[in-house]
């Protein structure tokens, strides 16, 4: 079984300041995919990335960075710059790699992290 | 692109009445079609998947069923709605090797 935790229930600051959302996982398989997910207030959640077990090189995508730390069970995202229009819950998930079309597991999402981006 | 739908987007309906709610997809062909469940305190549960026509495995024992009657349509399914089926139901699909799943617009209920 897999578990996902975000510790932080709900993070708040002020506009244009740098924000990390914790990611720690937990799986006994040795191939799996990592995600993160944006939900802002309509609800639908937002394909950010997915990373891959055996590739731990950290991702810049513009604002956002993801470190993918194997060693600690950690996929942790940062915002640099935060805008009001990054104020979202953001889902960290994982998935087993063995499990194709989905498998029996689906994905299995932390309790998410409200992140409020004050102006 | 591809794109998913999912109607209606909120519904308020009373204990005990049924329930149908629809995901169709657009753009793809045999995709992988996951329901999952999104309750008070935002933790979102997996309840059922498919991978085809007619094919559906459930993860979890619930009031609910699912049913594919077309490659790219799922729907969700009750006979008798129970309070504790309120929530906010997000359908999803993958591509065959089920790597990203994407999740369509979602659909919250509401049974009183």
């Known amino acids: 079984a897999q578990k996902v935790t975000q510790a932080q229930t709900e993070i708040s600051v002020v506009e244009k300041e740098d924000v990390t959302l914790d990611c720690v996982y937990e799986t006994r398989d040795t191939t799996y995919y990592l995600f993160w997910y944006k939900q802002p207030p309509s609800g639908e959640l937002v394909f950010l990335i997915r990373?891959?077990?055996?590739?731990?090189q950290n991702e810049i995508s513009g604002r956002y960075s993801w470190n993918f730390q194997k060693s600690t069970s950690s996929f942790n995202f940062t915002i640099t710059a935060s805008q009001v229009v990054d104020s979202a819950v953001y889902f960290c998930a994982l998935i087993p790699r063995t499990h194709s079309g989905g498998g029996a597991d689906g994905l299995t999402f932390g309790k998410g992290t409200h992140l409020i981006i004050q102006p | 692109s591809q794109t998913i739908h999912q109607w209606p987007a909120t519904l308020v309906q009373p204990v005990g009445s049924p329930l149908s709610l629809e995901c169709t997809v657009e753009g793809t062909s045999n995709p992988n079609l996951y329901w999952y469940r999104q309750a008070a305190g935002r933790g979102l549960q997996l309840l059922f998947y498919?991978?085809?026509?007619?094919?559906i495995s459930s993860e979890v024992p619930q009031n609910l069923s699912a049913s594919r009657p077309q490659d790219r349509q799922f729907i969700l399914s009750s006979k008798k709605l129970l309070l504790s089926d309120s929530g906010f139901y997000l359908c999803?699909?993958?591509?065959?090797?089920?790597?990203?799943?994407?999740f369509g617009p979602g659909t919250r209920l509401l049974v009183l």
């Open positions: 999803a699909w993958s591509r065959r090797d089920g790597e990203t799943q994407y």
């Open positions: 498919s991978v085809g026509i007619g094919q």
């Open positions: 990373r891959n077990s055996f590739d731990e």
